[in-house]
């Protein structure tokens, strides 16, 4: 009739009614109820290799010519698509190539992006750190990294809106429709 002393520190979850609940500052786990300041744990994504090596960079010879001669283009498009339509490819560009010229440090703005899209993609840090490898090798991080977007389906030369579109994806934005004529 009375609850057990030794259960009175057990409390078990609300039957599931569809309804919402008000929120309360524990949350349940297979052990019981824990307090907010414990966070459940998921595993990890698998981590997973780079498509290309990183002196691979003439498999694509047109890129790799673009990226030696003016690598604030391929940039500005890897960016366009890590940063998911935020910023545009000439805004990305436009500012890698301002930090090239006012400081010559784009390499570490460049990092930045690639470790953005390592975490986005569950890759590989390597063959050592982010910033190492754009300080010493730019130009090649940047094929490499051009070359990983474009082989998981990318089309580069498009950006990240009109790539949702062709996938319909993200973007369902629809133009109204006009009844009628318009005239007066």
Known sequence: MYPNKEDSHRRHPPPASGIP??????????????????????????VVTWSAGLCNCCDDKH??????????ITFG???????RGSSSCGTSGALYALI???????????CFYRAKMRGQYSLKEGPCADCIVHCFCEPCALCQEYRELKRRGF?????????????????DIVAPRIHGDMSR
């Not at 297979?30 to 744990?41: D, V």
């Not at 498009?77 to 940063?83: H, L, N, S």
């Not at 090239?100 to 440090?105: A, D, N, P, Y």
Request: hydrophobic share 35%.
């Open 155 to 171: 089309n580069m030369s498009i950006g990240w809106h009109a790539n949702m579109e062709r996938q319909g994806g993200e973007l």
């Open 63 to 72: 890129n790799c010519l673009v990226t030696c001669c003016c690598p604030c």
């Open 21 to 46: 609940v008000k929120p309360t500052n524990q949350f349940y786990t297979s052990g019981g109820f824990a307090p907010a300041g414990l966070r459940l744990q998921y595993p990890p994504a698998p």
């Open 100 to 110: 090239c010229f006012l400081t010559g440090c784009q390499s570490i703005f460049s």
């Open 77 to 83: 498009q890897i960016a366009e698509i890590v940063d």
